[in-house]
């Protein structure tokens, strides 16, 4: 992982934008996941799915999930483990804002929760391709870094 140990401003730029957000993410839902339930109950009765378990459970595990993963970025830690978490999570969670952002009935995702000060969906879609971008630049560096 020597190509986010490396001083390239670029890539340390990649890693702490990458941590904050979802540092930031993960606090606010914490802080009031209302909007992000909603926005899964939305989801599940879009799709007809029951959830085993109660959608703010699994806010509350998504939230600390994010948190952790944050820190990892943040701390320069994990980065490989952190940077699949992310990926896929960025990959899931985009394809779910581009699904729900025709549905004028759905304003906001609560991605954020508290914290999102209800970032309507496609401000939060733009967010997450920007994130994206951000996340295939470094596996392109990660790639192309020696060992």
Not at 63 to 76: D, P
Request: net charge neutral.
């Amino acid at each position: 992982m020597k190509f986010l140990d490396s001083h390239s401003l670029v890539l340390v730029v990649v890693r702490y934008a990458l941590g904050s957000i979802l540092l930031v993410s993960g606090v606010g839902k914490l802080i009031d996941a209302s909007a992000a339930v909603r926005f899964l109950e939305y989801l599940l009765s879009a799709i007809n799915v029951t959830l085993p378990i109660a959608p703010q459970a699994l806010m509350l595990g998504l939230s600390v999930m994010e948190i952790a993963v944050g820190l990892f970025f943040l701390a320069g830690k994990f980065l490989k483990p952190a940077m699949i978490i992310t990926s896929v999570l960025l990959g899931a969670f985009t394809v779910i804002l581009a699904f729900a952002a025709g549905d004028s009935s759905v304003p906001t995702c609560g991605c954020s929760g508290a914290l999102d000060f209800g970032m309507p969906l496609e401000m939060a879609l733009g967010r997450n391709i920007l994130l994206m971008t951000m996340m295939a630049f470094a596996w392109y560096r990660l790639e192309q870094a020696p060992e």
